[in-house]
DNA sequence: CTGTTAGCGCCTTCAT
DNA sequence: ATGAAGGCGCTAACAG
């Protein structure tokens, strides 16, 4: 038996073609009883509707796209997380997810993404502060949004990690116990200098809560990686003797950071304290000891982001919703790499 | 302007509409001059066809689906390198990826999808020995093909971890350091019962490398986590005393494989050799010591699971290209857990 | 509340 | 090697 199409669905409970369009998108309203037909009707068939054709019929897809950046950097965690967080946002909300490598760097390619017709929107994550894409996906007229956000969010859909708060957070916690010299360990050179919006703003967030606390404050760029981490961190010890603590925004890194500690014959956390920022306490809770972490809401940020893109799309023309910037703020995991600070 | 349509290309190109479609999907030769006539209206104009129309009318989407395990068993970094080996592999072929959770485990799911038309295919991951999903797929005339593989793979597309080489390695590498006594700590209980198939094929590869090699031999399910992996390695220590090697295929619990040795003054690789298989290098790097590590090919499997559904679907009806059941080797990473075992 | 019908943009058979 | 024209299955006017 061919796969049954709507006039099959029609015919078997006598009524228009039209009537059973409108009976299941709920676009038009349709007698109780005649609905029930048709449902009845579409089970028996085994119907499902044909997504192409209504998709080129009605000019909407249901479908937004994820617009991954190339993944040679290497994708942890955190941004898994926001994959899986906004596909299920998009299914709950009836839409399909499609993932894409796209890296969206040049209007063609906008411009081939919008004429396919294939998507209705997309949301980016791993925003820059001057993000290409930004303006390339406007001129292309493609509706998106962003998880993260650029230097300038006004008038856009966001959702992203409150770096300031976060930082505040972290400093605090190492401030009430007694840390007077604390560092941060950040992302790579590169990421700062590419201006990487986490990058940037998690150093702005803990120069300012630095200040706040009146704590001694050291910052140090860092590659990815346990080398990377034993070496920068080796380099804050020599430079800030009197250090206790360290925020660490780069998991990769903060293998590291414990292997210098060791190498000196210290300890975690009578010696030093380390709070792990924005990262995934799947990760973290895997170090000895396990890690005191700012966990980011990865999942739901994924999803609010969808769901934005996703509000924005329904909105009638005339009537559009207004654009949200979301700061969702890190959740503490609580580990035993927090202690009081040590006296000299 | 609006968005052109292939008719704009063909006037613009002094062509019929059919040979601009010729031209684009080369199904049909086309002239030199002509093509090149058509290729340059269609840069002139930033015309890109419009997939759903084609799709409707071609009857393939030119899109794959990638069908993720309920999330809540929590997504680890070599799922996430499925994902993206597999989203770039179909690129590369010209096609779309889509995610979707759908968990198809009625047949009623895989009608919907069959009938939607979206997707001309689906990859399976997380593929267990007796999975419910293969059936449905077949009896919904959806041709699919897996990441790991179900009991009997015969006849079906599937790309998996070598389990029984993998082992085999783990297990000569520790030999050949002189292990006598080693452990396998495995994933959780509830995996074997549901028959997962790593779960199940480490298991059968550990036993028959630990017999090849005449070593004494215990092994564990263990659930995910630090904690867990604590119990069941001081639990196999009160066991088996003179152990020596511990291979581990869940790296959730490794942490605590570690706590247990650090509890009890021991020390890795000194006192225990540590060999982590099935995990990905970027997480074990992050142990203190870095654990020596046998990582599976995540993206080339999750890559060569796509390549394989697409070349069949892509195989002309009446000569269909033979499944494949692709095995692959994981590779050794070198960390310095591994050392000689220790006299007694 | 229901029916009729003209497209949506492209592919593809058939003719030339 | 190129053209002409009939769908693909559904949506959304427009009519009643």
Chains 1, 2 share one sequence.
Do not use: W
Not at 257 to 281: C, F, M, N
């Amino acid at each position: 038996m061919a796969k049954p199409r709507m006039v099959d669905v029609a015919n078997r409970a006598n009524v228009a073609l039209a009537t059973v369009s409108y009976a299941l998108s709920g676009r038009r309203p349709v007698a109780a009883a005649t609905r029930r037909r048709i449902m009845r009707a579409v089970e028996e068939l085994g119907y499902a509707p044909n997504s192409l054709a209504r998709g080129l019929a009605s000019k909407r897809s249901n479908i937004v796209t994820l617009l991954l950046r190339n993944p040679e950097r290497g994708i942890g965690f955190t941004e898994m997380e926001f994959v899986t967080g906004a596909t299920q946002a998009a299914e709950a909300l009836g839409y399909q997810l499609l993932l894409s490598l796209n890296d969206m760097s040049s209007l063609r390619q906008a411009e081939a993404l919008a004429g396919s017709r294939l998507v209705d929107g997309a949301v980016i994550m791993e925003v820059h502060l001057d993000d290409e894409r930004v303006s390339i996906l406007e001129e292309a007229g493609i509706p998106f949004s962003m998880i993260g956000r650029p230097r300038d969010s006004a008038g856009r859909n966001c959702a992203d990690i409150d770096f300031d708060r976060t930082a505040h957070d972290a400093v605090q916690h190492l401030y009430e116990l007694g840390h007077q010299s604390i560092a941060f360990l950040n992302h790579s050179p590169s990421t700062l200098s590419s201006a990487y919006g986490p990058t940037v703003r998690a150093e702005q967030g803990f120069r300012a809560a630095a200040a706040e606390f009146g704590v001694r404050y050291k910052e140090r760029l860092c590659g990815d990686g346990p080398d990377s981490g034993l070496l920068e961190f080796r380099d804050l010890l020599r430079e800030a003797p009197d250090l206790t603590a360290v925020a660490v925004m780069n998991d990769r890194a903060a293998a590291g950071v414990l292997r210098a500690i060791t190498e000196i014959g210290a300890g975690v956390p009578e010696d030093y304290s380390i709070i792990a920022v924005a990262s995934s306490a799947r990760v973290t809770e895997m170090f000895q000891p396990r890690l005191t972490t700012l966990e980011p809401p990865a999942a739901e940020l994924g999803g609010l982001a969808v769901r934005l893109l996703i509000e924005s799309l329904q909105a009638p023309p005339d009537d559009p919703r207004e654009p949200v910037q979301a700061l969702l703020p890190c959740r503490l995991v609580l580990g035993a790499s927090l202690g009081p600070a040590r006296v000299a």
